[in-house]
């Protein structure tokens, strides 16, 4: 089998857009790979009619509560892989109660819910929005586990949006500082794709390692370059504000006041990542993983976005 040794993998979260996208390219990419969905109840219909007619799925039906805990290690018995794509709330409850009961299950590699920026590089700027995932990884690294981290930057489906300060319906777009900052993007479509290979050659490529850091981008663009590509794609000119860092890290400021952890202002926290240079995954002496992976031929995220201008 193609697979490297890991011959049956589990998915939690796989009825989401991403697990969507990871079940299509599984069927194409590792059709001999036993999944497993872990759905919880009342999503468990959709996860099986995602899947009806494939066989190398199963659905089953999982608790992630403390009560649940013993049905989660037996499900997860006999498996070799965890993908976890768990996001908002329940990465710090649901995705936490699986990384240990796929511990005590003695699964070999998991995979936790990252797709995002480096939590690592800059994130003494981020007060709430990465705290959750800094803390998934240091669950990680004392469970006897493989674990893999898939970076891969900002989607180009959920970039042009009001939590990043656009709004194409009226044609104007807030810019964080002088708009210069660059941002790693990809689109999800390459992100299941690069997942489903990097799946199938786990053993191979992380040899004697218990860690790996993967970066996954097909574009780094600026806001300034995004402004010039609506503009062409639709032939108008976006209306730009640009606000300044002061501005930025005051109402940053505010909501920690009011809330105690930034919580309501994780857009706020994003566009200071950018501004300071920590939104860029191949930057700071790190390389993209693509090239590790040829035979993934990525979409253009300029046709994307481009598309995405001209829809409005």
Same mark, same amino acid.
């Given at each position: ?23 299509? =390219? ?12 872990? !759905?919880?109840?009342? &999503? ?8 009806? +007619?494939?066989?190398?799925? &199963? ?18 018995? +006999? ?8 996001? +908002? ?26 797709? /995002? ?34 970076? /891969? ?7 042009? &949006? !009001? ?6 319906? &009226? ?11 660059? /941002? ?18 786990? =053993?191979?490529?992380?040899? =004697? ?20 590509? +609506? ?46 240079? /920590? ?34």
């Amino acid at each position: 089998m193609a697979t490297h040794g890991i011959k049956r993998l589990a998915i939690a979260g796989a009825t989401g857009t991403l697990g969507q996208l990871i079940i299509q =390219e599984l069927s194409q990419r590792a059709p001999g790979l036993h999944t497993t969905l872990l !759905a919880r109840e009342g &999503s468990e219909v959709q996860a099986r009619l995602l899947t009806a +007619g494939m066989q190398q799925f &199963s659905v089953r039906t999982v608790d992630y509560e403390l009560d649940g805990e013993r049905d989660l290690i037996a499900t997860l018995a +006999g498996h070799d892989a965890v993908l976890s794509l768990i996001g +908002g709330a329940g990465q710090d409850t649901a995705q936490v109660a699986l990384i240990h009961a796929a511990a005590r299950a003695r699964v070999r590699y998991f995979l936790p819910s990252e797709f /995002c920026l480096d939590t690592r590089i800059g994130m003494n700027l981020i007060v709430s929005s990465y705290e959750v995932k800094r803390k998934i990884r240091d669950d990680l690294m004392v469970t006897g586990m493989r674990s893999i981290f898939i970076m /891969c930057g900002f989607f180009t489906d959920t970039f042009l &949006s !009001a939590d990043f300060g656009w709004d194409l319906d &009226s044609h104007t777009v807030l810019v964080p500082g002088d708009g210069e900052g660059l /941002c790693s993007f990809i689109d999800k479509e390459d992100v299941a794709k690069y997942t489903v290979e990097v799946i199938k050659r786990a =053993e191979a490529f992380m040899g =004697e390692e218990w860690v790996k850091d993967l970066r996954f981008a097909t574009a780094t663009l600026s806001y300034n370059d995004l402004i010039q590509m +609506g503009n062409e794609a639709t032939g108008r000119e976006l209306a730009v504000t640009y606000v300044s860092q002061e501005d930025v890290e005051h109402t940053l400021m505010r909501d920690i006041q009011r809330t105690g952890s930034g919580a309501n202002s994780k857009a706020v926290q994003m566009q200071l990542a950018i501004m300071n240079g /920590c939104a860029q995954l191949d930057t700071a002496g790190f390389a993209l993983s693509n090239r590790l992976f040829p035979e993934v031929v990525p979409a253009s995220v300029s046709l994307s976005l481009r598309a995405i201008f001209a829809r409005q």
